[in-house]
Nanobody, 128 residues
């Protein structure tokens, strides 16, 4: 199974920013869609964002959950084999473990479609 690695989590005050990074050492991320998910204590895992693979022109290249639209931005740097999740204007309810996962494409059902590989997660805590 291919492995993804997240990094960049930490403790930040409300209104602050963090940038999460998702990398893969054994496969080329540009050929895969990458989803970001989070799970807060006692809650189900929820989809945050999805970025299409670099060759997919069939639909929206980026998708976001309503709760993060306008605050989070997903992007990729193919030269670095990396996908980023820039998180601005963070709120306490953004707290959780954030995971990245790979799939052939995002699609309209990106929050619930199966993903092939997952990272181990990185903790994000928004608190004063």
């Amino acid at each position: 199974q291919l492995q993804l690695v997240e990094s960049g989590g930490g403790l930040v005050q409300p209104g602050g920013s963090l940038r999460l990074t998702c990398t893969a050492s054994e496969f080329i991320l540009r050929y895969y869609a990458v989803g970001w998910f989070r799970q807060a204590p006692g809650k189900e895992r929820e989809g945050v964002s999805c970025i299409s693979n670099s060759d997919d022109t069939s639909g929206d290249s980026e998708s976001y959950a309503d709760s993060v639209k306008g605050r989070f931005t997903v992007s990729r740097d193919n030269a670095k084999n990396t996908v980023y999740l820039q998180m601005n204007s963070l709120k306490p309810e953004d707290t959780g473990v954030y995971y990245c996962a790979s799939a052939p494409y995002c699609g309209t059902n990106w929050k619930r479609r199966p993903y092939d590989s997952w990272g181990q997660g990185t903790q994000v805590t928004v608190s004063s």
